[in-house]
């Protein structure tokens, strides 16, 4: 087996998911220096999979449509900047020599997990509070579910599968020692 050839290949998706983080970090910035600073400059964003429940009183003016849609934003943005750097030294682990079946492995991957599968929903909220407080008299909620609810129930299960993998793998290592 070529070790090497792993490292080499775990260090590349490391840097490539911290240049990754730092992309997104500088293009977030640039989009809130742009949007502070120059007239008539607004960001669409859209919540992106199912709406399963939206709940709406009064009518909600367009500029705090605008408001509540950048700090959705930047909450997202930051939290996926987390969540890649988080992975980026997922790949450190591998690279330094740890086995997927351990447990400073399985943690970080459940981490990643639960961060996204809760992402999901703190994103929902997170809009949901900025446009009801932005808002004069009208409220706005919202749950949807997306693909990081997805990926975050994958990573899950795959982390009870790395689990398992580990608690078969202590009876061999206690037979080797």
């Known amino acids: 087996m070529k070790i090497n050839t792993y490292r080499v290949l775990y260090r590349g998706l490391e840097y490539l998911f911290k240049m990754a983080a730092l992309l997104l970090s500088a293009v977030i910035t640039g989009i809130i220096i742009i949007t502070f600073f120059t ?11 199912y709406t399963v429940w939206l709940n709406q009183t009064g ?4 500029a705090h449509i605008a408001q509540a849609a950048m ?7 930051a939290l996926f900047i987390h969540i890649l750097w988080k992975a980026a030294h997922l790949f450190k682990v591998l690279r330094d020599g ?3 079946f351990s447990t400073i492995f399985v943690s970080q991957l459940r981490y990643i997990a ?14 949901s509070l900025a446009l009801s407080t932005l808002a004069d008299r009208a409220y706005h909620l919202e749950l949807s579910f997306g693909s990081s609810f997805l990926i975050g129930l994958v990573l899950i299960i795959t982390t009870k599968v790395f689990a398992y993998g580990m608690a078969l793998q202590a009876p061999l290592e206690e037979a080797v020692d």
């Open 39 to 49: 007239e008539n400059t607004s960001i669409i964003y859209t919540q992106s999979g």
């Open 59 to 62: 009518v909600i003016d367009p």
């Open 71 to 77: 700090i959705t934003a930047v909450f997202s943005v």
């Open 98 to 100: 740890q086995s997927p």
């Open 114 to 127: 639960y961060t996204l599968f809760a992402a999901n929903f703190a994103i929902s909220a997170v809009y």
